[in-house]
């Protein structure tokens, strides 16, 4: 059995995936599981697959395109590690990452929580993507917030160690969706736990990248990805009811930017908010949000 099980979604950017299998050593404790999830032919030579040439690396050709979510899933199903790592193909980790989450290995924790970097994938200059979780952690550590707002103030699947056993015990598995497949995975994680067994670290072991084309980049701009957001969004108001203290993108506000893809997107957003009743979920966060704007005026 490995210590660490890495599970990295892979989807046509082999030169990156391969960035991100070089910060990851190849040793036994290290079981690295690549899931490619149906990459095109043209775009990445199968017969020289990033991580084919390693020991401890596990290739999984998945041909059912379901996106991250799904391969995210299938990887765990390969992992036999005590902890969970999840990595993006276009991200990687900090030199000293894995000899920071070795000291952390036996501690009885089901979720730990560390800082990250984040730079501009092909000039490596300084981005702004960390910026959240790692303010997030120092309101944790100085007990301005508690843990779990902390480690769902940036609901990523990144940046974080995960029990395995506690994973499968409540059968906790990432959304097959276009967009947002991590957020209900990350929240069910940290709200099924006790608070007893969340921790977290101001370690630095993950670097997140800002690239302009990517996939995410641009089915931001599709209106399909945008309701699939709303729907999962919805659907985690409706899941965090029992921890009112966690804050919420306030539908209002989610709803507001359906004005970007046009009147028919508008209206199926509309009518997918007030089936679920849901028009003032996060209303009162929205108060605060507007006080917030208005003070700063």
């Not at 199903?77 to 000293?96: M, N, R, Y």
């Not at 501690?107 to 490596?124: G, M, Q, R, T």
């Not at 108001?237 to 709803?255: D, G, N, R």
Request: net charge neutral; proline share 4%.
């Amino acid at each position: 059995m490995h210590i660490f099980s890495v599970i990295i979604p892979h989807h046509n950017i082999p030169q990156l995936l391969q960035r991100c299998l070089d910060s990851i050593p190849d040793v036994p404790d290290v079981q690295v599981i690549v899931v490619d999830d149906n990459s095109s032919a043209d775009k990445v030579d199968f017969d020289h697959f990033p991580g084919l040439e390693r020991k401890y690396t596990e290739c999984v050709f998945d041909k059912q395109g379901g996106g991250a979510g799904h391969a995210r899933n299938v990887g765990m199903q390969h992992a036999d590690g005590k902890w969970l790592v999840f990595a993006d193909a276009d991200d990687f980790f900090t030199p000293d990452a894995f000899s920071i989450l070795n000291r952390y290995k036996d501690e009885p924790y089901n979720i730990i929580l560390f800082k990250a970097n984040s730079v501009d994938s092909d000039n490596y200059t300084q981005s702004d993507r960390h910026i959240v979780l790692n303010e997030a952690i120092d309101l944790a550590l100085n007990g301005s917030i508690s843990l779990r707002e902390a480690i769902l103030a940036k609901p990523v699947p990144w940046c974080k160690m995960v029990r395995t056993a506690y994973i499968a015990e409540h059968n906790i598995r990432f959304d097959e969706t276009m967009a947002s497949n991590d957020l209900m995975f990350v929240a069910k994680a940290t709200c099924w736990a006790d608070v007893k067994t969340l921790s977290l670290s101001s370690d630095v072991i993950y670097t997140v990248t800002t690239r302009k084309g990517s996939l995410m980049d641009n089915l931001k701009k599709e209106p399909d990805n945008y309701l699939c957001r709303l729907e999962v969004l919805i659907r985690y108001h409706k899941f965090v009811k029992e921890w009112p203290e966690l804050e919420k993108e306030p539908i209002l506000l989610a709803l507001a930017r359906s004005r970007h893809f046009g009147f028919k997107t508008i209206f199926k957003a509309l009518v997918l908010v007030l089936r679920n009743k849901a028009l003032f979920y996060g209303f009162g966060n929205f108060l605060r949000i507007v006080n917030r704007h208005t003070l700063k005026l």
